[in-house]
């Protein structure tokens, strides 16, 4: 179950933290501790042999990258233990102007009020100051249908949002979201569990056919330090977030979270991943049916060094990433160990390991 990989040469000076590839797979952005971003050309799989866009902003280790739909434009947000979240830009060459990447907006309300956060290894503790920078640990866009808004997480359990409006301007939301620690953001779909399959009412005697309705929610999980995953909200009437769920399963630190996509059906899926070595598989059958969990067992699948298998729900090492397929019926985990894992539903509703790579 081992699939073919592609070393790609990013002339990083550091250890690259993420790599994200855009809407159509044509541009690759990677992220490291030697502060910078740089975004690659990507052509039959690999990347052109041009040592791509270098993108310097950020005072420290940059931690992720995110794609916005393109119907925005090339645009890239990136997040960074000097507490920023910049947003850049694609401007294409007109005349003299040669084009490039410009840094569009410099987001810095993640501010640690009362401590200052430290870098031990990707992980945090807490010493005496006031106002100093706050890593910024996750970025996410959401849907495109719901606007250009990007959720973005903190290491002092803040979760902000911001929002692009018509007059070319930036709102942000700023709220807390976990007690110590918030590690990772992401949006529901667009559209509302279901609706795809929700009849239309036949209209009353005498009316005309209703146009049918477009169903679509703000709304998106966050993953905790306090070992929790958490489901926010947008109220229109009182234009704020609302804590709507809170999902308990994990024994440490969350990682990771990533809500499936769906295509209007009735059933959602999240997946977690854990410094507890636990990926968790979160099922809702309807949109009031309650979240049911389910742990992935590698168990079967995957040797440890050692040549023993780990506890069965147990993967070797701290489980780091989870992502899914655009269609959402797969799902990626990339372990401690240096392994990245495919994982897929079967029709008994187990999910079973499809394949298996090196990093």
């Known amino acids: 179950m081992v699939s073919d990989s592609v070393p790609i040469e990013t002339a990083h000076e550091d250890m690259i933290h993420d790599a994200q590839l855009d809407y159509y797979g044509k541009r690759l952005a990677t992220c490291s501790s030697d502060r910078t971003v740089k975004v690659f050309d990507v052509v039959d799989g690999e990347t052109r042999s041009s040592a791509g866009h270098t993108l310097k902003g950020h005072t420290g280790p940059v931690w992720q990258v995110a794609w916005a739909h393109p119907k925005y434009g090339h645009i890239l947000a990136s997040s960074s233990y000097d507490g920023k979240v910049l947003i850049w830009k694609e401007q294409q060459s007109q005349g003299n102007n040669a084009g490039g990447w410009i840094k569009i907006k410099e987001h810095t309300l993640h501010t640690a009020s009362g401590a200052r956060q430290l870098l031990v290894i990707h992980l945090f503790y807490t010493e005496g100051g006031t106002d100093s920078p706050c890593s910024v640990n996750s970025v996410s866009w ?129 997946a977690t991943a854990s410094q507890d070595k636990s990926v968790l598989i979160w099922t809702k059958e309807t949109p009031t049916s309650p979240w049911v969990k389910t742990a992935l067992d590698p168990s079967s699948t995957i040797v440890s060094p050692a040549g023993a298998p780990p506890p069965p ?47």
Not at 320 to 346: F, H, I, M, P, Y
């Open 313 to 359: 729900g147990k993967f070797p090492d701290v489980v780091w990433r989870v992502s899914w397929s655009l269609a959402g019926n797969l799902l990626a985990v990339s372990c401690g160990d240096g392994k990245v894992t495919l994982w897929k539903e079967n029709l008994k509703g187990i999910w079973e390991c499809v394949s298996d790579m090196n990093s």
């Open 142 to 270: 959401a849907p495109h249908e719901l606007g250009a808004i990007l959720a973005c997480a903190s290491s002092d359990g803040k979760v902000s949002v911001l929002t692009f409006k018509n007059d070319g301007q930036w709102d942000a939301d700023i709220f807390t979201g976990h007690a110590i620690g918030c590690n990772a953001v992401s949006w529901a779909p667009a559209v509302l569990p279901g609706s795809l399959i929700t009849p239309q009412q036949a209209p009353a005697p005498g009316q005309a056919p209703t146009t049918p309705q477009t169903f679509s929610v703000k709304r998106f999980a966050s993953a905790g330090c306090d070992n929790l995953v958490k489901i926010w909200g947008y109220r229109e009437d009182s234009q704020s977030w609302v804590e709507e769920e809170t999902l308990e399963g994990h024994t440490d630190w969350v990682r990771d979270v990533a809500w499936a996509p769906n295509i209007g059906l009735p059933r959602s899926y999240i």
